[in-house]
């Protein structure tokens, strides 16, 4: 267990938080990360573009002209590749990019993730949110208390965290996600984490 100083909605230092050494002191693992990233961003493309080949375009039944004889050269349909309007080559088709994840991958992936957000000094955590009503004001000037002011952030809060929720939606560069919406995307593509001592609690041991 390593110990990480828990901080008030007013930037000081109220408890200490014990936090899994296995979850969030390990050596990253850049290649499982990067490939779990790569899953991830695949799995949220659409793949709905597509286009029709020279089978599928109308016209084109008939040979422009005649094999020999006319110093041009051959051509079987005017629906082919080379000719305006023509079918595309290799024409996309709708189809799924989504890649397989190994479930011990994905562990790892945030196991990683957390480890190097504490070791940069990019995780802070709160004991509680405290917002008794929804307040962008209450939450930008937490923000400036806890030093994160600006900066590109990830906010975990719990599921009951209305008000929470609700205060940080309306200030740029902020991403909030619940505790289950957590993915090592999410973790990484921000400068920096802000949960709960419960949530990293909850990390530490679901994760390890």
């Known amino acids: 267990m390593a110990k990480f100083e828990v901080k008030n909605s007013e930037g000081k230092k109220v408890a200490e938080a014990e936090l899994a050494a296995e979850v969030y002191g390990i050596e990253p693992n850049i290649h499982v990360m990067h490939h779990i990233v790569k899953c991830q961003m695949a799995s949220w493309r659409q793949g709905t573009q597509s286009a029709k080949g020279r089978s599928e375009v109308s016209g084109g039944g008939k040979k422009p002209w005649r094999q020999k004889g006319t110093g041009r050269a051959r051509q079987g349909s005017i629906r082919a590749a080379q000719w ?13 990019y989504a890649k397989r994840m190994n479930n ?21 955590l709160v004991d509680d949110y405290g917002f008794e009503k929804p307040s962008t004001k209450a939450a930008v000037a937490m923000l400036k208390a806890l030093g994160l002011e600006g900066k590109r952030l990830t906010i975990i809060v719990r599921d009951e965290d209305v008000n929470a929720y609700l205060s940080f939606r309306n200030i740029p560069k902020t991403f909030i996600i619940t505790a289950d919406e ?18 990293a609690a909850h990390f530490g041991e679901v994760l390890a």
């Open 104 to 124: 011990k991958e994905v562990k790892l992936a945030m196991r990683s993730a957390l480890s190097a957000k504490l070791a940069d000094g990019e995780l802070v």
């Open 182 to 199: 957590a993915n090592t995307y999410d973790l990484v593509n921000n400068n920096a984490v802000l949960m709960p001592a419960d949530i």
């Open 84 to 96: 305006r309007h023509g079918g595309v080559v290799f024409a996309p088709k709708p189809r799924s």
